[in-house]
């Protein structure tokens, strides 16, 4: 899940900027993390994933960046657009039960 | 290739009644997984089914049950409802139990009044 020290429950951000979502995971043996967007009315989209073997990861548009030392996990989308604006979650997997677990969700206000 | 399909959209029962959600997986998926949502605790795991059986289990009453028939469907039954079982209810499917992608449909709006 993510801590209330990290996350931010909401963030605004001008078209065309780029953004920042934090997510603090809370199992250090987790071993696969996962970013999910969620728009008004439909269940969760898969955006992009990592496992921890890696640090960075590359997507259209969407960057995830996981720091284990820390446990910190980052989704960078670069020149935001309108249809960015939704909720998006950070879930991570791992021992002992391996069921994908979710963070609480930042809502992404993108501003025209 | 059609998506995950949950049957009904949305729902409004009493407290007392019982409900059962229906889900059809992406074709070729194996693995169905519920979750509940709510705006207070987020998306919390209710239950995962792979070949028929239970494989993992979240933190639910025993009023929250399910089973999944040979081709993949799925169903989730809430018996004896309370008001806080108002929440949207998420099925989410994936080709194998332990494939961490999973394919989400966009949810039964359960409201219990």
């Known amino acids: 899940g993510e801590s209330v020290g990290l996350h931010l429950p909401t963030l605004s951000v001008q078209e065309g900027d780029n953004s920042i979502i934090n997510c603090a995971y809370s199992?250090?043996?987790?071993?696969?993390f996962i970013w999910y967007k969620q728009e008004s009315g439909k269940g969760p989209q898969f955006i992009i994933d990592?496992?921890?073997?890696?640090d960075k990861r590359q997507g259209q548009r969407v960057t995830v960046l996981l720091n284990k030392t820390v446990k910190h996990l980052s989704l960078q989308i670069a020149a935001t657009q309108p249809g960015d604006s939704a909720v998006y979650f950070c879930?991570?997997?791992?021992?002992?039960?391996?069921?994908?677990?979710f963070g609480a969700g930042t809502t992404v206000t993108v501003r025209a | 290739k059609a998506g995950v399909t949950q049957t009904p959209r949305y729902l409004i029962k009493t407290r007392g009644q019982q409900v059962t959600l229906s889900c059809s997986p992406i074709?070729?998926?194996?693995?169905v997984s519920w979750y509940q949502q709510t705006p207070g605790q987020g998306l919390q795991f209710l239950f995962e089914?792979?070949?028929?059986?239970?494989?993992n289990k979240g933190n639910f009453p025993g009023r929250f049950s399910g089973r999944q028939f040979s081709n993949s469907r799925s169903e989730m039954n809430v018996s004896t409802l309370e008001l806080g079982d108002s929440a949207l209810y998420l099925c989410?499917?994936?080709?194998?139990?332990?494939?961490?992608?999973?394919?989400f449909g966009s949810g039964t709006q359960l409201s219990v009044l």
């Open positions: 989410a499917s994936s080709l194998n139990s332990g494939v961490e992608k999973l394919f």
């Open positions: 199992n250090s043996a987790s071993d696969y």
């Open positions: 990592i496992r921890s073997n890696m």
């Open positions: 879930a991570e997997k791992g021992p002992p039960d391996y069921k994908l677990s």
């Open positions: 074709s070729g998926h194996r693995s």
């Open positions: 089914y792979f070949s028929e059986t239970q494989r």
